[in-house]
């Protein structure tokens, strides 16, 4: 029987496994989280929203379908692999049922019969709609698909385990995975037939960040590791409103950006509207036109003291608590009761990672037996995510690469899970890995955030160097806190690749395009349109998007 790896336990990593599962393989869910079969806590749960205009694009027939591809298209600055964007699309419309089939349950337009919008289901009343927190929900669909795949000795669940490296036989394909236990530190080899990178990638390398901090691009890092490429990483988004609180929990936590359509405005610390000044949309601008007006404000010396500008929510506090009641919770518990505050103190956020390792349309990267789904992968959004995208990626390649991979051919699977070692850490040094990976997080916010610069990039470059010295000389515990500072090593070590190569690619690209805005070439170049910079045998090539990556071949 096959034996197909996921790594991770979100969206993309649960779909992965069930999908894979139900083409009969045998599939090992490797995880960080620790396993509460009690609860069905497989990872943890934010509280996501599959934007409305999103969705309803990705259940309509035929033109909106279409519709769907331009809008993901232009949103990305035409960045995209136009391949990888119509099967977003297309395979969108098929989650509705796939979602219905796990126990979601949907509305019905009475004159075609397409769904409207989610209600009910898992635990859920019926009636009760979901639009604002939709992704916890279909993530505890997830988890319940899952226990009882469990439940039937189809998936075997290996919690707190992290990959430190892809396994490669001598013609280069996948042949297992090598985990660390984060508690014990101990080394796992499991064998696999093909191993699917679906941990949710993450942009933790720069603070603030909205991204979960356990997410530190695990996967891309093995990934490039083992000789795959990647593509556009030079496109991060950021969200241009992260609450700026001392409660540390929801530093960087999200304000919606519906609010400044219901009348919210930003000001700086002369109490001017400044986004009039940057675009004739002003608040209701895109999110990099508003991250990038923000960010002046901060650099320039218009912001207030704590480096954040205040967005002014008196005109519509009143309907906070009922029109967005996930946002109202996380204000209270924040320390920003809308109740009582007019403002609230906000700044750009890291949010999402466009770039990844480049995979085609069936999920695969240029490593044969080697899939990515989620985050994890690049090529579908190009310069800028289109709202709601990013769980419906999740949701549709995560399928396609579990689907994929269950029909590889069995040969490397025949032998045990077994320990093989311990793992072995830098010890007696005098760096303190904490402070190492804050500086590159204070870096990259600096220097590759909303606004960048060429000369800012070769100082970011110099100074990412610094930090990998510097990491190689790094002191970490023993005993109780050994195993927690292994961990930071980890995100440190997985962190620093992944920041050079964003660099490095921002550097690369003269101009500007979406989330991607050099001071120095404030404009689009025709030159780079369709274009895309590849991590190839470590190094950046510019390779057209006119066909998508030709993936690697798969013994079947």
Known sequence: MTRVIVLGAGGAGLTAAIEAASGGADVVLVTKAIYQNTSYRWASVGGCTWKTHAFNAAVAEGDSVAAHVRDTLVGGAHANDPALAQVLCEGSRELVYWLEGIGLAFERDAADGFATRPFGGCGTPRGVYLEDRLGYHIQRALDVELARLVAEGRVTVLSGLRGTRLLLDAYGEVRGLEAVAVDSLQLLEVPGDAVILADGGGASMYAPTAASMDKTCDGLALGLESGAEAVDMEFVQFHPTGLVSDVLTFDGSLVEEAIRFDGAVLLNRHGERFMLGHDERGERATRDVVSRGIYRELVEGRAFDDGSVHLDISACRQVIPDRYPALDERLVQAGADPRHANTLSVRPTAHFLMGGLRIGPRAGTTVPG???????????????????????????????????????????????????????????????????????????????GPIRTGRGLTTMLGLISVLEERSRSIGLATGSRAAGQVQTYLDLKNLLLASETIVEAALRREESRGSHYRDDFPHRAAEFEGSTAVLKEGRLAWSPYRHAVAEAAVPC
């Open 370 to 448: 080697l899939y990515a789904a989620g985050e994890s992968a690049g090529g579908v959004h190009g310069a800028n995510r289109l709202g709601g995208n990013g769980l419906s990626e999740a949701l549709v390649f995560g399928r396609i690469a579990g689907r994929d991979a269950a029909a590889t051919r069995a040969g490397h699977a025949s032998t045990d899970i077994r320990v093989t070692g311990a793992f072995r850490a830098p010890t007696g040094g005098g760096e303190s890995v904490d402070g190492v990976l804050q500086s590159l997080r204070q870096g990259m916010y600096r220097t590759a």
